[in-house]
């Protein structure tokens, strides 16, 4: 049996959406999928605003581009993540300024931000690892006492709470992923940006319409649009949008199977982290993971490329996780060493992210588990 490191769910009612979608003949973005689905996510999770745009890049992008960041700007952000999250703002000309992980979550080490903040610190984009949200609410504590703005990259996060409320609902903006990998996926490629400030909606619309006032000609205000802004094309496919709303309507299912994934992972890797031999991550009570992920700290960077190697044996592919962006050849052109953030280096070099996809639970899951057992057992004894 081959069990890949992720394989996309197809909802139900994906390819009925999807059909209907290609026979109405309007497929560019803001059409009627798109409309249905950026309702069901207001109306669900009560966002301000969102803005389907091609990926959770593209979203972010948009997010920048929104708060006027700037050269000469600085970003609060951890090492810990995609390059997505930095090129959000290195792309404008700001500066990224590395925090610490929280060794337990891997999410920014929110004591320690603080401590980055300088007269030109403008932005903190915090991310939610393997969908366990950071502690946005002091994030966004320590951002209002600055007057800083906090953009949350919820790329893997879609579907999770915190403190009860849904993640991206907290921060000024938020981004979303629905690449085939993440939980919930529009047909490939997708993402969103949420807009909770509404101040910013109407510049929003205009700059993912390519800067113009398209969305008022659309509304019945105007009768010709024109260039009133910057701006690109931030907007997702109206056949896409379909896949994704059959994704949204799926999402009891879909976590439902996630969380089995999670269940046997943690019953397995609990007895060996009961020994000593290696951490799993635990998830405080005010936050409700959306099941995106499981990762595993090993005790050392050999142990972690034994288990790789011998799972490959078995064709199970597991994956490292993120290469800290500090020490990577981009980190050093800002200055940053290695050993500049030592808590992100160490960890990061011990990390094993497994197989997890909803289809597990149906089959892969319990042949998963029986060799990971064996090769544990084999690693560091019965
Ligand atoms: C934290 C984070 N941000 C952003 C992205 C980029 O998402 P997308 O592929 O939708 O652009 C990823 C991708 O996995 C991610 O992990």
Redesign the pocket.
Known sequence: MKIPFNKPYISAKAEEYMTEALRSQRHSGNNAFGQKAVNFMKQKYGFNEVFLTP????A?EMGALLTGIKPGDEVILPSY??S??VNAVVIFGAEPVFCEIDPNTLNIDASKIEAHISPRTKMIIP?D?AGISCEIEQIMDIAKRHDLIVMQ?C??SFGGYFNGKPNGSIPHLA?F???E??NMNAGG???GLVVNIPEWHQKAYFMQEKGTDRRLVLDGVKSKYSWVDKGSSYLLSDILAAALLSQLESEEEIISKRKQVTDAYYKLFSIFKKKGNLNIYSVKNHIRTNHHAFWVVFDNAGTRSLFMEKLRAFDIFVYIGYMPLHSSPMGAIFGYKPDSLPITEAISERVVRLPFYAGMADEGLNYTIEKMHLVLSEIYGK
Do not use: P, V
């Open positions: 990926s959770c890049t593209s972010m993540t995609f997505s999250t991310i690892y990259d790329a893997q981004a992923s629905f690449h990998t993440k490629e997708g993402g």
